[in-house]
């Protein structure tokens, strides 16, 4: 994966008001995968006191993203099929993981799964990208890697 790509989109979840709103952290990053983490807080809690669909939808949201992007062209969602399977323990930490399942020119397919930190899966979901023939905007704002001496 090219190094700039993967510094810019690391920089910019760290500075993106929604992740830091639920505390989505970007761990890994990798051409057409990634892995996010979130803390399941008393306010992501729905009127049963379970998790609010869309505090995992976030989750979920947030790994895709960044999985999508990875190529270093822009990526926006077209479909996602989410499966919610259980709820989470309170205060429990969990992750998404994205992995693309098939990529074309114009459209790429990702699974994503969410899990707790005992590997009990709590989400699945599989989603379509349309690919855009255009560079992260974002990159323009990173230096080129200098050549080494």
């Given at each position: 994966m090219d190094d700039r790509v993967r510094e810019?989109?690391?920089r910019r979840v760290a500075e993106e008001p929604f992740a830091q709103k639920f505390g989505l952290k970007l761990l890994a990053l990798d051409d057409g995968h990634s892995r996010v983490e979130m803390r399941f807080t008393p306010d992501m809690e729905n009127l049963f006191g379970m998790a609010h669909g869309g505090a995992l939808f976030a989750l979920v949201d947030e790994a895709f993203e960044t999985a999508?992007?990875?190529?270093?062209?822009?990526?926006?969602?077209?479909?996602?099929?989410?499966?919610?399977l259980a709820s989470p323990h309170p205060g429990a930490l969990l992750t998404?993981?994205?992995?693309?399942?098939?990529?074309?020119?114009?459209?790429?397919?990702?699974?994503?799964?969410v899990e707790d930190e005992g590997g009990r899966l709590l989400v699945s979901c599989q989603?379509?990208?349309y690919r855009m023939a255009k560079p992260l905007p974002f990159l323009a704002d990173t230096e080129p890697p200098r050549p080494e001496p």
């Open positions: 810019a989109i690391f999508s992007n990875s190529h270093g062209t822009m990526a926006v969602a077209l479909s996602m099929n989410v499966t919610y998404a993981e994205a992995k693309e399942l098939n990529r074309s020119n114009r459209t790429a397919v990702y699974e994503i799964r989603a379509l990208v």
